[in-house]
């Protein structure tokens, strides 16, 4: 797994707040870490780290759905608020005013596999060190979850390929996902002057639209 440096403000959602933000970070990590939960933290974390620079949002920690039931409860045992917001597939734990969402199942849908653990990378954020979405899983994830008030997410994912050197061999593999939701995204960044392979539309066309690999 690659280190890789990131550098994060809280004048977003948690704006002032940059300590409480760091401890409850930490002490997140931890009660995953100790209890050997796998895991990848994603949303602004990702959005920052791969792509533009911007605010932090709520701590973002993508889980296993056999993971989500006992993390919580780990959670609520360590002084931590806890609902099951969307019981199939988001749980909440808040504290001192900081939000952690226990993601473990995305639009697609998307689950943590064992292939994205792999790809991931280290990153330090405020002191502690936190396992990361790949840039390519990042993308998936925010081209899948598109919905009327989300359109932001495909231009998080477009910022993350337009500054990342992306292994387009494996987002058009994974692209089967959601071919019709990545291909147009991919399209919107072509029309943007994005560096997009033409062969990699042309790739995910041809298996959606004609069965061909």
Known sequence: MRVVQSKFRTDHAYPGREEQYAEILAEAISILE????????????????????GPMGDIDLM????SAKPL?????EAGFETDQTFPQWLFKARKNGITVDL???MAGPLYLEPHMLERGSMVEVFGTRVRLISPEDYVLSQA???????AVYW???????GRQDIDWDYLADMAQRGPRMILSMLLL???QDLPIPDSVIRRIFLSTFLGMS
């Not at 231009?155 to 390929?161: D, K, P, Q, S, T």
Request: charged share 20%; proline share 6%; hydrophobic share 45%.
């Open 189 to 191: 960044g072509q029309a």
């Open 103 to 105: 993601i473990f199942e």
């Open 72 to 76: 919580l409860k780990a959670f609520d």
């Open 63 to 66: 889980i296993d759905p056999r």
């Open 144 to 150: 899948l979850a598109l919905k009327e008030d989300t």
């Open 34 to 53: 100790t209890r050997q939960i796998p895991y990848l933290a994603a949303g602004s974390m990702a959005s920052v780290t791969w792509g533009r620079p």
């Open 155 to 161: 231009f998080n994912a477009l910022g993350v390929i």
